[in-house]
């Protein structure tokens, strides 16, 4: 077999066998295969696209370039929950402890925040201690006497995807629906949980811009998940303004802890419920939707999922007192105020340039070198559709650079419109399970 014959094969839009994608894969992570080869095939998958049995297989050709994470040890249905990345995108923090609480073993492995959206794991390190770095005994072990843990990686998960997105990223291949669905699904396919829920963000703060387009995403990587043997639901959810109000590390541990406490804000709160929902279904736990909704709204009401949120801090060496008094958190040595400079009513607050002034304050990294600043970021005082009148705050500037604070409260005057007119806008476009799409 010869990668010539391969990429020769499918630039002229032939369907590429599973031993031509395994030899491809392996040849590729060994380094036997040179990246103008593998660049070649890239560019020939972005014009020609992949059938449903060449996406299915290169996940597992990716799958098995590394390790698999065993979580047979766990006891009873175990979940996960993917997010594809978005700005205030603090859910972890908030659905884990909610769905643990209802019964439900949730053993979820999370990444650091790169560019302009944040990661799970920053976001714990704001908490005095936390270790993320546990090896899979104490994290199997930890969810089996708590129902939860969240940490990064502790293999060597997927190392195919990891060259081949270095490759997509100069090669101008990214944006290619199965090369997307396979570098998300064998990352998650890695570890054997047995039901997954997948939160795909579309809009102007998301990877996926357009929402026919995540549709078509969310539909693959339900494909993909099904035909492995996993329970796997894709709920669209929007990333056209943040997600809560707060963004930035500490800011958006803050926020989780008050919507732990059933003072969070309303489509935090939608969105956790409804993936949680789906999570409790699919754990067997509850017999419908709504029972899950009922089920979780039940532990927040009653204070079990903030009980759960300190136990699991604790269980990972986090100090619980930064939990119990907020004011422990990381804080930033200035707060700027942006003030309406006319009334009328928010008609948008693009997600992305929101995350990209949160990284000019240090919140985020430009690259997987760059160092955070834990206390940095931007706490939204108005949603869009939300009133405001001439000189009302419209969001609170948290820095330790004060020539930083100030260039964002000047970008943000152009981030942030106002007008005389409200706008329809949703939180959830749809759902995709294995029966199908099914738009909202």
Known sequence: MRMYDIIKKKRDGGELTKEEINFFIEGYTKGKIPDYQASALLMAIYFNKM?????????????????????????????????????????????????????????KMSGRGLGHTGGTLDKLESIKGFNVNLDINEFTQIVN??????????????????????????????????????????????????????????????????????????????????????????????????????????????????????????????????????????????????????????????????????????AQNGDSEYVKDKTKLPQAKHILELRSEKSGYINSIDAEEIGKCALILGAGRETKESSIDLSAGIVLNKKVNDKVENGDTIAYIHTNDLNKGKEVVNKLKNIIKINNNRREKKLIYGIVDKNGIKKY
């Open 51 to 107: 059938t449903k049995e060449e996406t299915i297989n290169l996940t597992e050709a990716m799958i098995k370039s590394g390790d698999t994470i065993d979580l047979s040890l766990i006891n009873g249905v175990k979940v996960d929950k993917h997010s594809t990345g978005g700005v205030g995108d603090k859910t972890s923090l908030v659905l884990g402890p909610m769905v643990a609480a209802c019964g439900l073993p949730v053993a």
């Open 145 to 314: 006497k708590n129902k939860l843990a969240i940490c990064g990686q502790t293999a060597d998960v997927a190392p195919a995807d990891k060259k081949l997105y270095a490759l997509r990223d100069v090669t101008a291949t990214v944006d290619n629906i199965s090369l997307i669905a396979s570098s998300i699904m064998s990352k998650k396919l890695a570890m054997d949980s047995d039901a997954i829920v997948l939160d795909v963000k579309v809009g102007k703060g998301a990877f996926m811009k357009e929402i026919e387009d995540a549709f078509l995403l969310s539909k693959e990587m339900v494909d993909i998940g099904t035909n492995m043997g996993r329970d796997v639901v894709a709920l669209l959810t929007d990333m056209n303004e943040p997600l809560g109000y707060a963004v930035g590390n500490a800011l958006e541990v803050k926020e989780a802890i008050e919507t732990l406490k059933n003072e969070g804000p309303k489509d935090l709160v939608e969105l956790c419920l409804n993936l949680g929902s789906w999570l409790l279904f699919l754990g067997k736990k509850v017999k419908s939707i709504e029972e899950g909704k009922d089920k979780l709204l039940k532990v927040l009401e009653t204070g079990k999922a903030y009980d759960k949120f300190i136990e699991f801090i604790e």
